[in-house]
């Protein structure tokens, strides 16, 4: 069957042309070029103002000069990169290998990896700060350094196509980490509903974690399904970092920062210009940001409603938010990640891990050690990251923060009404 991807359908990433056993991607050019133009033309300008050349006069002097033609060379090769790099991946099944290219418009270095030395897809979730990327990954058994990563974009959507659209072609099966626990399918039934599965693996009856108390959830029972209403997260380690972190930059400014500059020798009207700039983005820009982070999160409540033809998130209070809808027959995966998934996802170099340690009564990493107490004080710190919902055309999450027991409990009621 022949598959073409546009950009109007997730961008650059795997094509099939006319060669059904042929998949390709390309990065390189479009926006781009338009980015490394100017840096490639600056860089030029500068060159010939280093050099003398045409109409421009040389710079003065010898290091003047030699400075000028350095950040010249600099600049002509970030642009010269941007404009004229070109890199890309080819699958071909025929020829059973994995080709990785780069060059300036055509290809200079290869990488080739027999296909078959590959034995599935992997989908990863990293997060730096405010920056998440979803890198797309080939991997080897469970050796991380056989692994080649095909891309890592910052949209979920996106990944999760390239990575469907490799585990159909090679035939392999996709593991899903990007939630914080491994969720595995088959390449034949990766449009396979999340209800779907359950029934036919015969999971119906799964185990029902006792209702504890108290709950911050309230829970709404209807005719066909429940209604679950969150409320937002008002103190906890990551609010405690957004309010604390912006209080300490406005006090160091004001009484630390300020006063060795006002010091310094200057006329009155620059003083009182350092002062109006200080207190306006090192003063008050951090306060009304800790204070926004409280009133953002007051009166915020997330509504879960549950049926079973239905699932729909309602973000925001006050009649304001963001509402999602995913029918139940589109919902392909319903997970949630508590702290023993996020031990089990731990991978250290020369790290063996055991695929049935069974539960000891002792939190333990994947080779069966003991956790480090120092590591159980830190993951304690961490909220838990709730539970997600996805589709193929939408990933949602809900109940972050929540205590590892009560989400497990919400994470039981929803799968019960789900596949009831």
Not at 236 to 241: E, L, T
């Amino acid at each position: 069957m022949k598959e073409r991807f546009s950009r109007k359908q997730g961008g650059r990433f795997l094509q099939t042309g006319s060669d059904p056993n042929i998949i390709e991607k390309k990065n390189g050019g479009g926006c781009l070029t338009l980015f490394g133009a100017p840096f490639f033309l600056a860089g030029l300008l500068v060159l010939l103002i280093g050099i003398g050349a045409g109409p421009f006069p040389a710079a003065g002097g010898f290091p003047a000069s030699a400075a000028a033609v350095l950040f010249g060379l600099i600049f002509m090769a970030v642009g010269g990169i941007l404009i004229f790099g070109r890199s890309g991946l080819i699958i071909d099944r025929r020829e059973n290998r994995v080709v990785r290219w780069q060059g300036l418009l055509v290809p200079l270095r290869r990488t080739v990896r027999p296909l078959d030395g590959f034995d599935g897809v992997r989908l990863d979730c990293n997060r730096d700060g405010k920056t998440t990327s979803y890198p797309v990954h080939l991997t080897k058994g469970g050796d991380s350094a056989g692994a080649m990563t095909v891309e890592s974009p910052s949209d979920y959507q996106r990944a999760r196509q390239t990575a469907e659209t490799l585990a159909r072609f090679i035939r392999k099966p996709l593991e899903d980490r990007s939630s914080g626990k491994s969720v595995i399918r088959d390449p034949e039934r990766l449009d396979e509903s999340f209800r779907d599965r359950v029934r036919r693996l015969g999971q119906e009856e799964g185990f029902f974690p006792p209702r504890p108390l108290p709950m911050r959830t309230r829970i709404e029972e209807t005719v066909d399904g429940v209604i679950l209403s969150i409320p937002a997260t008002l103190f906890g380690p990551a609010r405690f970092v957004r309010v604390v972190v912006p209080l300490v930059i406005a006090v160091v400014a004001a009484f630390l920062f300020l006063p060795g500059l006002l010091s310094l020798p200057a006329p009155p009207l620059i003083h009182y210009l350092i002062i109006g700039f200080v207190i306006l983005f090192a003063v008050l820009l951090p306060i009304v940001t800790a204070l926004r982070s409280f009133a953002g999160a007051s009166g915020r409540v997330t509504r879960v409603t549950v049926t079973r033809a239905m699932f729909r998130l309602e973000e925001g209070g006050s009649g304001k938010g963001k509402t999602t809808e995913i029918p139940v027959d589109e919902l392909e995966d319903l997970e949630y990640a508590d702290r023993r998934s996020a031990l089990n996802g731990i991978e250290m170099p020369g790290m063996k891990k055991l695929k049935d340690f069974g539960d000891t009564g002792t939190p333990r990493l994947p080779d069966g050690r003991p956790v480090p107490k120092i590591l159980l004080a830190l993951m304690r710190l961490v909220p838990s990251q709730g539970i997600t919902a996805r589709s193929d055309r939408m990933v949602v999450s809900f109940g972050r923060g929540l205590p590892d027991d009560e989400i497990a409990y919400l994470y039981a009621l929803i799968r019960k009404i789900l596949t009831d």
